[in-house]
DNA sequence: CCCGGCTCTGTAAGCGCTTACATCTGCACC
DNA sequence: GGTGCAGATGTAAGCGCTTACAGAGCCGGG
């Protein structure tokens, strides 16, 4: 009836093991990992025994060891730019919410300011059973391909790659519709303020922007590129207010960029939308507070997260990937900055 | 020579080990170990014939059998109450980068909207080495208190408990700097908004609060408790609108109801500062944005999360726990949203 | 020419779990 | 009273790594 032990110590709570439980209640390691898990049938006594040694040794089970033999990590992986703003808050408040219902850990890693990206991705893989990209993270398409075939890979409003599973929000026909709007309000010298090529979904935002112009035959003019920073608003507005840029309506690629525009145009004695108007994406908390409001485009992002976090697990189920993208519905929220009396 | 391999398959890449990256390289799986992990002497030309095998399988390591075997996980957990706003954003970035760099993976918890709480934290303690929670992070002390001789465990932003490590910012000093310049002002009838009981920290900015009025031999008004959710800043507003809350000056438990309470009171015609001066706490984004700018206290949210992940992994690595709580300096950020002329 | 001491590599023993399978009860049934 | 079966428990074989230890070459010095 001796418990198998080749396990001496017995000793530090600490360093509780199966095997420390199970002689403390008197059963087989196996009978320890039956009651923890809930499989198989253990009697309810016995189980109590079980409870109560793990209760007094303060037992906490090795997860590498169960993951070792249960091959699988149970957990997910995540990668994003980083965290700066509600887009990728959200996101992950989404992915992690999805991911802890269908019991899955998540481990984030955050690319900006990383050394070699790289290597922070493989340690990555080693760790976890599947991964979400988000597009816009810096990541060597050579790193995401060599992880897709290792593990499950979905990207995340990013340009869809050959073979990999990829979930977004609709961009292009938004952006057409905003621009749409603007134009109908009689303004002729719209600018796109943001760089196309920085990333896939703000490409398709100026495609949106493009297209509105097609359609009224109209030719639109080039895009300020500047990239996200919110130092890059200031810099652009000096330039409209130096004349260097003529524009009766500014188009731009996100919420931070147009809030700061917005704010410092103003600050110079500028009327917005008066004299200018100023629209932005993402509806961020931000835009519901200034004056004017921002007319911005709202993504379902946390969905975005819950889904990646949705198909991931499939996958590691034994899903088949899912063959197109998952575009998600946006929707434009009018409010005072591009000319609308609303408020 | 034959190399030892009590795994017959060689095949499938998605399930390489190092038994297979072994035989390809005809070398036994110590040496690849060796060679991956950088550890002991290889020759070169052995070390090339491995990384070649590796590449070649695209391999990945397992890194619950490494786990397993270094008996660590090289992973930190970081329980949050949520991720809305930049507070916990920052603190995360700040968390995640340090982490990295000492080489930790970090798995995220959210414990908003989580109904079984003590399942979720006990699932995270199998999986990493040390946690670091957010003080106000709903988690029962009771399971606070068991993982803590469990694993090493920081408490950020709460309240100290017996023998567990913590960091946090100041935050009776400021409060009562920051109070004393409303007071200052030449405000009277000033009512600190938010809940003191809701979180330690909050308790602590009232307890400034408080002192303020004390030094000036002021008899300071009972707080008007409400949580932190945006709409009860409206709430308050309506309040105050309607009479029922009367004051000169508010301030509040942090930026968000702050704006909220703001840009109500600015909507139904009311002057702010002029005739109610409002401030926060935290100095959001939106804070520079809105008019008057809004007058709050800066802490080093980002610094807060580096040194909570610093601390675990000196623990990790065998230092003996921080004795008496570690607190960082915060600085009041005045704008004109207190009755300065600033801006 | 032998020997001590390198350098490089292999052998094998775990790390702490899960789980298929074997074993052992006890009990209902004929 | 024997048979069969279900329920409860134990046995032991891994899961894929790391690493202490040992062995095999090889070099130079005495």
Chains 1, 2 share one sequence.
Not at 276 to 299: E, F, H, K, N
Request: aromatic share 2%; with cysteine.
């Amino acid at each position: 009836m001796a418990t198998a032990r080749k396990h001496p110590d017995g000793a530090a709570s600490a360093g509780a093991t199966i095997y420390s439980v199970a002689e403390r209640a008197g059963v087989s390691i196996a009978t320890v990992s039956r009651v923890l898990q809930g499989a198989g049938t253990v009697s309810s006594t016995t189980a109590q025994k079980v409870l109560d040694a793990v209760d007094q040794l303060n037992y906490v089970p090795l997860g590498a060891a169960r993951s070792l033999a249960v091959r699988h990590h149970e957990a997910h992986g995540l990668v994003l730019p980083e965290l700066t703003g509600p887009y990728y808050s959200e996101l992950l408040m989404g992915f992690e919410s999805r991911a802890a219902e269908l019991g899955q850990s998540v481990t984030l890693m955050l690319t900006d300011g990383k050394a070699d990206l790289a290597r922070a991705v493989r340690q990555l893989a080693t760790r976890v059973d599947a991964i979400a990209v988000l597009g816009s993270a810096a990541m060597p398409p050579a790193v995401a391909r060599a992880l897709h075939g290792q593990k499950p890979v979905v990207i995340i409003a990013g340009t869809p790659q050959e073979g990999i599973e990829s979930v977004r929000a609709e961009n292009a026909h938004s952006a057409e519709q905003l621009t749409e709007h603007v134009l109908a309000h009689g303004r002729t010298r719209l600018v796109f303020v943001g760089d196309p090529e920085g990333a896939p979904d703000i490409a398709e935002r100026h495609a949106g922007f493009v297209a509105a112009h097609r359609a009224r035959g109209l030719e639109p003019a080039a895009p300020v590129r500047v990239p996200f920073r919110e130092g890059e608003g200031e810099a652009v507005a000096e330039r409209i207010l130096a004349g260097e840029i003529e524009a009766d309506a500014l188009v731009c690629a996100n919420d931070e960029l147009a809030l700061a525009i917005m704010s410092h145009l103003q600050d110079a004695g500028r009327d917005v939308p008066g004299e200018i108007a100023v629209v932005g994406w993402d509806d961020v908390m931000t835009s519901r507070y200034v004056r004017p409001g921002l007319t911005t485009v709202r993504q379902p992002v946390h969905e975005l997260g819950v889904i990646a976090a949705e198909r991931l697990h499939q996958r590691v189920s034994g899903a088949l990937p899912r063959l197109e993208p998952q575009i998600l519905r946006t929707e434009v929220v009018i409010r005072g900055s591009c000319g609308c009396p609303t408020r």
